[in-house]
């Protein structure tokens, strides 16, 4: 297969590093995790190896390094004879995420609270902003996104970064479980939600901050359906496209 640069660009990872192996399949990861996590590639998505291939101008054996790290990150599923999938979480699975989640993050709380600034809470406002605009316009995969990116950078707040490492992986899968179960807004909160929480930090209240991160994580958990559908075929090569191009404009 020709090496020549693909449709979808993989930034200075492809270009500035000479097409490293290493800076490659960096950016290839990247793509795929953002699209898998953004919901732009639906829970049981086939990923064939030779269209992934062809798509980013690499070799099939880079593609299936980039397939195992996210299938050890529980975002694909790889089965001997079948490929891989976009993961589908079951209904246990499901839940016991959302248990992880509630002992991590009310637990991450009172260390917040103690190292959070002005400057740190305004940072944390201007994302809540962000979702609420996404969840005006209707935009259920960047507020769900969103949603995902706040808890994130809240818990990064306390600086440790074994917790938020952890947390970004439950938070992954919270985003596929959603998106695998979700009805049209569920799992994205609502509108004063996240602005309750940064006027308690703020307060340095850090019991009523437990207290409503355990009762906001249940609420949402509550507003996943888990009924499966079946997933539709996308157009891989062009979602795909897609999100290289806005992480581009990113930059």
């Not at 960096?26 to 639906?42: D, G, Q």
Request: charged share 30%; aromatic share 4%.
């Amino acid at each position: 297969m020709s090496k020549k640069r693909s449709a979808i660009d993989l930034g200075t990872a492809h270009g500035e590093e000479g097409g490293s192996g290493n800076g490659r399949d960096e950016a290839i990861y990247r793509n795929l995790y953002a699209a898998i996590v953004e919901n732009h590639l639906a829970p049981g998505t086939k990923l064939p190896e030779d269209t992934l291939a062809e798509a980013f101008g690499v070799s099939r054996t880079s593609i299936r390094k980039v397939l195992q790290r996210l299938s050890y990150e529980r975002l694909v599923d790889i089965r001997l004879n079948r490929g891989a999938t976009v993961a589908q979480p079951t209904v246990k699975e499901a839940r016991d995420v959302f248990a992880a989640r509630r002992i991590v993050e009310c637990g991450v709380m009172p260390q917040v609270v103690a190292k959070a600034t002005p400057e740190r809470i305004e940072g944390l406002g201007a994302i809540v902003q962000r979702e609420h605009a996404a969840e005006a316009r209707g935009d259920r995969r960047e507020a769900i996104f969103l949603s995902g990116e706040f808890h994130v950078e809240l818990a990064k707040v306390a600086e440790n970064e074994a917790i938020a490492d952890f947390l970004a992986r439950l938070v992954s899968r919270s985003s596929l479980v959603i998106a695998t179960y979700g009805a049209p807004m569920a799992g994205s909160c609502r509108h004063s939600e996240h602005d309750d929480v940064l006027e308690l930090i703020a307060a340095g209240d850090a019991p009523a901050a437990q207290q409503w991160m355990d009762r906001h994580l249940r609420d949402v958990e509550r507003t996943v359906v888990l009924v499966e559908e079946a997933p539709e075929e996308p157009d891989l090569r062009k979602i795909l496209d897609a999100v290289a191009q806005r992480q581009r404009r990113e930059r």
